[in-house]
């Protein structure tokens, strides 16, 4: 190796990216902005709001103090039925979602027509988000708690139903064999093959799924299946801010709470 | 088995499950609290049985009216949909870079205390209301249109991917800091040449995570009003249109299904 190839291999300065990397990288970044301002500039947005948006933020804040002490009491009963509402739902979604999962795991599901309709529900539940599962439940079952249960569910059978389907996936075959060769019947096999196996994450994923439910049923009375999101919103057509500031605070409290016991409960069990 | 006399260690006869919870009474007992629960719960919550049980036919009903789906009105649905995924790439875009600051700040081996306390409380408070709670607000303060719902897909994307980030720093080994740090480096120089490299590629993933779920969650702030296929949607529902309704939920699904192709295909590679 003469000077210069030296030189060219181990240069003064240390760079980390070759001007092609750069180059590239730069392409990339040109790329997502690109991106960003052409989604920007089609939204068609009112940049005038923007000019009193402070004023317009204030005033919200100013409305809202002080919040309206009184109002708790009737609180308490809507709160507690948000609660319900969550635990039922995910307690719903954890009959079904075992199932359903059982069939879009590809070592579990009987065929791949079977398989298809597993993923297909899993996708179709995900996608759908729950206030919407919740507009159409209350079309079905009227306005109230039972059609906040059903959307909490069919919203969560995707979200469980996906992690439990990855779960089963990944135990190990080693001990469904060693079961099989026992002579153990397909129920056998699941029972105590497969389900002890995938128990933690069953367990896991529910606590979990609950606590994000905790937060989706504080909303589900806006299309009113339910809960405290009834009062909220009715508070909020009513400019009554006062009360709106209370209900946001009993929120804050019990999402904060349940997220609490979620995490404890999940580091006890892993 | 040859089991040495006098240390009374016996192999058992009988093969037991491990369960989670050992002691057969605490298992039965939440299990009896858990059945009690259902009970107390479900009498308190004011169940309406006889509309309930109407239910069954109605949904058939639906079902019926929503079969086969309809399509004509595709223009309106191409436009919700595009401004749906324009407010995604928009929130996911933004939420990116601004979430940077603020993961920074949230990562205790970084920063001072104070600052990672207040980060800390940001990324909390963010997290915790759902974004059509924090939609209404923006609603409010913007008027209606896709503007109050870019906002609150920030808002979401920000304390995520930040909350993302701020742990990936933390998990970091002290090493490398050290290293860059015994240099001499100041501090954006130890951004750029040692949490940046290391944190890039999951930051990457997150935020590519993030714009798929930004594409889930920006179907629904248009229920109250923030743009969106989630607008046309609410509206189609509240007009018994529910053929139409149809047709936007295909619409939703194939987007979150294609979404979620996308960002599982570009994390794979980013690995």
Known sequence: MNVEQHAQKYPE???????????????????????AVWSVSNLDIPWLYFLDAHIQAADLA?????????????????LIETIHIATLGTAVTVVIAFPVAFIAAR?????????????????????????????????IFGPGP??????????????????????????????????????????????????????????????????INIRESTVLGFVGAGGIGILLYSSINQF???????????????????EFISATVRQRIS | MNIPAGTGVRAPLQWHRIRIIES??????????????????????????????????????????????????????????????????????FGMILAVPLGICGASNLVPKPVYLVAR???????????????????????????????????????????????????????????????????????????????LPRYLGVSIYRLDANIRHSTVVGIVGAGGIGQVLAASFSRYDYDFSLAILLSIIMLVFFGEFFSNWVRGRLR
Not at chain 1, 247 to 257: K, Q, R, S, T, Y
Not at chain 2, 148 to 161: C, K, P, W
Request: hydrophobic letters at 55%; one cysteine or more; proline letters at 5%.
């Open chain 1, 13 to 35: 300065v240390w760079r980390r990216f070759s001007p092609r990397e750069t180059l590239v990288r730069y392409s990339w970044y040109l790329g997502i902005v690109f991106i």
């Open chain 1, 62 to 78: 100013v409305r809202m103090w002080p919040p309206d002490w009184d109002y708790v009491d009737r609180l308490t009963g809507p």
């Open chain 2, 24 to 93: 057969p009474l605490i298992r039965t007992g939440f299990a009896v609290l858990a059945v009690a629960y259902i009970f107390w719960s479900v009498s308190t919550l004011g169940i309406d049985w006889v509309r309930v049980a109407k239910g069954l036919p109605r949904a058939a009903d639906m079902i019926a009216r929503m079969v086969p789906p309809d399509f004509s009105r595709w223009e309106l649905l191409v436009r919700g949909v595009l401004e749906s995924v324009q407010m995604a790439l928009a929130a996911s875009f």
């Open chain 2, 121 to 199: 409380t940001i990324i909390i408070l963010s997290r915790t209301f759902h974004e059509i709670i924090v939609a209404i607000l923006f609603v409010k303060i913007f008027g209606f249109g896709p503007v109050a719902g870019v906002l609150t897909l920030i808002v979401s994307s920000i304390s995520f991917i930040s909350k993302m980030l701020a742990e990936d720093i933390e998990n970091m080994t002290p090493g490398q800091i050290e290293a860059i740090r015994a240099t001499g480096a100041s501090f954006p120089k130890l951004l750029i040449y040692c949490i940046s490299p290391q944190s």
């Open chain 1, 146 to 211: 039972v059609a906040g249960i059903w959307a909490i569910a069919f919203r969560s059978i995707g979200f469980m139903g996906k992690l439990i389907a990855e779960a089963i996936e990944e135990i190990d075959e080693g001990t469904v064999e060693a079961i099989e060769a026992t002579g153990a019947s397909r129920l056998q096999v699941l029972l105590i093959g497969i389900i002890p196996q995938v128990l933690p994450v069953i367990y896991g994923t529910t606590v979990y799924r609950w606590d």
């Open chain 1, 107 to 139: 070592n579990t599901t009987f065929n791949s027509v079977t398989w298809f309709i597993g993923r297909f529900i899993l996708v179709a539940s995900r996608s759908i988000n729950t206030v919407v599962w919740g507009l159409i439940f209350v079309a």
């Open chain 1, 240 to 258: 009554l801010w006062q009360e709106v500031a209370v209900i946001m605070l009993a929120v804050f409290g019990v999402v904060i709470v349940s």
